[in-house]
Antibody, heavy 122, light 107 residues
Framework: EVQLLESGGGLVQPGGSLRLSCAAS????????MTWVRQAPGKGLEWVTS????????YYTGSVKGRFTISRDNSQNTLYLQMNSLRAEDTAVYYC???????????????WGQGTLVTVSS | EIVMTQSPATLSVSPGERATLSCRAS??????LAWYQQKPGQAPRLLIY???TRASGIPARFSGSGSGTEFTLTISSLQSEDFAVYYC?????????FGPGTKVDIK
């Protein structure tokens, strides 16, 4: 059974930094591209960033490019999101998501974590 | 960037009735369209990919159709556990994008 467990969320001041982690189990982590999707309170889903299976290719939505960095450690089956220069509009639940097919990214997701809340406020 | 729209925003349906949800893309996405279900306080769950293929473990009462710019998710006979928000998502063009969602609630 696929399990994704996010951690690292919390309250941070504008301009601050936070690092999210996603521990994966139940599948061959190193074979799948991985993604972070966020959801602002009471709002819809927004794709944020993806990383290829080997970690050599990364992709970002425009509003986070240059501020967020996605990475992975395939030896530890863990996905990361380093978030710098945080803004109020980054406040959201952040989900890590697994691709349906190995390789990719193909950008649709058959496994999701429970999410971790990031609140950016003074 | 492709903009996804969904209608209606809210759909009130009685248990056992059929529900039809619509999704439209601002330009063609071929059949690269997924549907997700999200219940309050839970993560999304993949229902449909490739516009019409049910994901693993998804009941047959869920069906998807369409291609190009117009798509439909049909729930043939609503069960109590189906009351939720449904999102469509295109993955044909980068960046991937989600619709705003349709909330299916109890009539």
């Amino acid at each position: 059974e696929v399990q994704l467990l996010e951690s690292g969320g919390g309250l941070v001041q504008p301009g601050g930094s936070l690092r999210l982690s996603c521990a994966a189990s139940g599948f061959t982590f190193s074979s799948y591209s991985m993604t972070w999707v966020r959801q602002a309170p009471g709002k819809g889903l927004e794709w944020v960033t993806s990383i290829s299976a080997g970690g050599d290719s990364t992709y970002y939505t425009g509003s986070v490019k240059g501020r967020f960095t996605i990475s992975r450690d395939n030896s530890q089956n863990t996905l990361y999101l380093q978030m710098n220069s945080l803004r109020a509009e980054d406040t959201a639940v952040y989900y890590c998501a697994k691709e349906d097919l190995p390789g990719g990214p193909f950008y649709y997701f058959d496994g999701w974590g429970q999410g971790t809340l990031v609140t950016v406020s003074s | 960037e492709i903009v996804m729209t969904q209608s209606p925003a809210t759909l009130s349906v009685s248990p056992g009735e059929r529900a039809t949800l619509s999704c439209r893309a601002s330009q063609s996405v071929s059949s690269d369209l997924a549907w997700y279900q999200q219940k309050p306080g839970q993560a999304p769950r993949l229902l449909i990919y490739g516009a019409s293929t049910r994901a693993s473990g998804i009941p047959a009462r869920f069906s998807g159709s369409g291609s190009g710019t117009e798509f439909t998710l049909t729930i043939s006979s609503l069960q109590s556990e189906d009351f939720a928000v449904y999102y469509c998502q295109q993955y044909d063009n980068w960046p991937p994008s989600f619709g705003p969602g349709t909330k299916v609630d109890i009539k």
